[in-house]
């Protein structure tokens, strides 16, 4: 009995062109799931239930094509879930969705209508005019305050923020991100396509807005695609110009507009980057106009090290697999980047303490899960016992050895001098620290660290009510229950009264290092270890 002819899914439909030149679509639910060409939307025809019910042959020979180019096609289109029997699960919930690799979306509303509205009115002369002209105006005016006023906008960098402008830089990045999916919306419907869920999400454990602007694949001038791309990092900029240029004349929240120029600025130059699923990739796959770009390059990498273990595995071209390579590494830095920035602060609290422990646990388990697909796919690629035995014995051995390089261990805190009598400040005790241990003092930025003094441990530890400056970069709270080493100072008097502080340990290892780094706070804050 011959197997069942393949059979397009009910869930896809074969899409028109929009206009002129552009591709033909493949969506499943509305959503583009590939970009082809009249033939493949024939052949895709073809295998409709109505196709083979008139066809006495099988439907996918509606289009001359080659016995290999039929099956070639027919497996990417099981990949992509097109297919009858090899459809995708849905998510349960339309409004709350998971999407590889770090991206919790919650869908708010339809963007479709307000983003038509707005391409519409820029379509007008005049209003197009006016807003370039607007645009052009504050990034020259921008530009040159930004340069004007340098020293201030660093000096902002390197000392706590009060709490009211913390909380007004906040509100301003959060109400940038929805501008900015606000912007790429816009371009997308003034190209002709049109933007659908739009709502809130968790991103690398950051909150962020979303816009889905898929529909761009129905575009089809690459340049069009890459400016729908590039529209969201382009109103950061002009946000930060903006900011800037109000540095010419506010009397009053200067450092939250600083502050708000360098966050902007950076979000900007952050999105650009190719290497994790933000903007800048977006733009590198229109120019390339090759769709899946890094999950093809992720997959790269693991088909390379299955070769090199003997395995059997595809070939990629080796721009591709470097390409891999950063992917996986920026996106494992921009994960533990977020989560050490955030630890001294959750670390104020035990329930804060616990989360971070938590978060620790997840990204070990994700490790956990990464190995264990590994590991299948090895034993699909037939890779040998004995192979991958060798392979994991050398990765150990690599680790534990660069685990057990020397390094200065050193640990972040903060100081306080009061009457003229100076303490280290930490969130708890750590019996590591003894008299005689040196002490970096440093102011206590959002950014950066400016050196100050330098001191000595001169005492054991004692309980003392520590401004909220000393363990965090932020000013305008109540002092906070936390624990003191006595500092000998050359000169308390001329030292600020509040910083940051770095305390050298001596002599540890990498692995050490990173493992207190990782966890060894947020046990100490619950009482538990060293």
């Known amino acids: 009995m011959s197997d069942p002819a393949p059979r397009l899914a009910d869930t896809v439909t074969i899409d028109e062109p ?36 008139t066809d006495e042959t099988d439907g996918t020979r509606s289009t001359p094509l080659t016995d290999e180019e039929t099956a070639a096609l027919l497996r990417e289109f099981a990949a992509a879930g097109l297919l009858v029997g090899s459809e995708r699960r849905e998510p349960r919930s339309r409004r709350l969705q998971l999407r590889p690799p770090a991206s919790l979306q919650l869908t708010l509303l339809d963007a479709t209508r307000p983003a038509l509205a707005l391409a519409r009115l820029l379509r007008r002369r005049p209003v197009r005019l006016l807003a370039v002209a607007a645009v052009g105006a504050v990034l020259l005016l921008g530009t040159a305050s930004a340069i004007a006023h340098s020293a201030e906008i660093a000096a902002v960098l390197s000392e706590p923020l009060p709490l009211p402008s913390l909380l007004a830089v906040s509100v301003a990045f959060l109400l940038a991100g929805a501008v900015h999916e606000a912007g790429h919306a816009v371009s997308l419907a003034a190209f002709g396509g049109r933007p659908r869920r739009a709502g809130v999400m968790i991103f690398y454990l950051a909150p962020a807005f979303f816009c889905d602007v898929t529909d761009g694949w129905r575009l089809g001038d690459r340049r069009s695609r890459a400016a729908v791309a590039l529209a969201g990092p382009a109103v950061h900029l002009v946000l930060a110009a903006s900011a800037a240029t109000a540095l010419l004349w506010a009397p009053t929240g200067r450092p939250a507009l600083a502050c708000f120029v360098v966050a902007a600025a950076l979000s900007a130059v952050t999105n650009l980057i190719p290497l994790v699923h933000l903007d800048g990739y977006l733009a590198l796959v229109a120019v390339l106009d090759r769709p899946f770009l890094r999950k093809a390059a992720i997959g790269a990498v693991g088909d ?19 390409f891999g390579v950063g992917c996986r590494g920026f996106a494992l830095l921009l994960v533990g980047w977020a989560y050490v920035r955030s630890v001294p602060v959750l670390t104020l609290t035990e329930p804060g303490a616990a989360i971070a422990l938590v978060f620790a646990a997840a990204l070990l388990g994700a490790l956990v899960v990464s190995v264990v697909r590994f590991a299948r796919a090895a034993k699909e ?34 100081y306080v001098v009061r009457n003229g009598e100076a303490f280290l400040v930490r969130t708890s005790a750590d019996p590591r620290i003894v008299p005689g241990i040196p002490v970096r003092l440093t102011s206590n930025g959002i950014a950066v660290r400016s050196p100050r003094s330098t001191a000595v441990i001169s005492g054991p530890a004692e309980p003392l009510l520590a401004p909220i400056a000393a363990l965090a970069p932020l000013t305008g709270l109540d002092d906070v229950p936390a624990v003191g080493y006595p500092l000998a100072l050359p000169d308390s008097a001329s030292t600020p009264p509040v910083g940051g502080a770095s305390v050298s340990l001596g002599r540890g290892t990498v692995g050490g290092a990173v493992l207190d780094l990782v966890t060894g706070d947020a046990l100490r804050r619950l009482g538990v270890g060293r």
Request: hydrophobic residues 55%.
């Open 381 to 414: 690629a037939r890779v040998g016992a004995l192979r991958v035995a060798v392979a994991s014995t050398v990765l150990a051995a690599a680790l534990v050895g660069v685990a057990a390089l020397p390094l200065e261990e050193r640990i972040e805190a903060g």
């Open 18 to 53: 929009i206009a002129p030149g552009a591709p033909w679509i493949l969506s499943v639910r509305g959503v583009p799931r590939a970009r082809v060409g009249p033939a493949v939307a024939t052949f895709a025809a073809g295998l409709r239930p109505s196709a083979h019910e």
């Open 304 to 322: 390379a090290v299955l070769r090199l273990l003997g395995g059997t595995a595809p070939r990629a071209s080796p721009w591709l697999v470097l």
